[in-house]
Nanobody, 124 residues
């Protein structure tokens, strides 16, 4: 079983920065792929960024060059550094984990475990 606990959300003005953290418990196999997703009210949950144990990193086009995903393997903690935030980045952000099978890291169907979410609000 894997447990994921997110933290670091909050409210910022456009152009600001936030850093999200996701502390994971569980086997290295079960957390072979990890990612960040977000869901705005009335919209589908969408993939933001993902990383796999072989070093593959993928970003959604909407956040490329603004967001950076990283993982501290020793702490089994996933991070999402978000810079140049825009109002359209406002959403509940979720951490996800699952075994790495070569799947797309931005598809929610590729993950078995989810955190409870942390709210990010960007005002203009």
């Amino acid at each position: 079983q894997v447990q994921l606990v997110e933290s670091g959300g909050g409210s910022v003005q456009a152009g600001g920065s936030l850093r999200l953290s996701c502390a994971a418990s569980g086997s290295a196999y079960s957390t072979g792929s990890m990612g960040w997703f977000r869901q705005a009210p009335g919209k589908e949950r969408e993939g933001v960024a993902g990383t796999a144990r072989n070093g593959v990193i993928t970003y959604a086009n909407s956040v490329k060059d603004r967001f950076t995903i990283s993982k501290d393997k020793a702490k089994n903690t996933l991070y999402l550094e978000m810079n140049s935030l825009k109002p359209e980045d406002t959403a509940m952000y979720y951490c996800a984990a699952g075994p790495w099978r070569g799947q797309s890291l931005l598809l929610k169907e590729g993950y078995n475990y989810w955190g409870q979410g942390t709210q990010v609000t960007v005002s203009s």
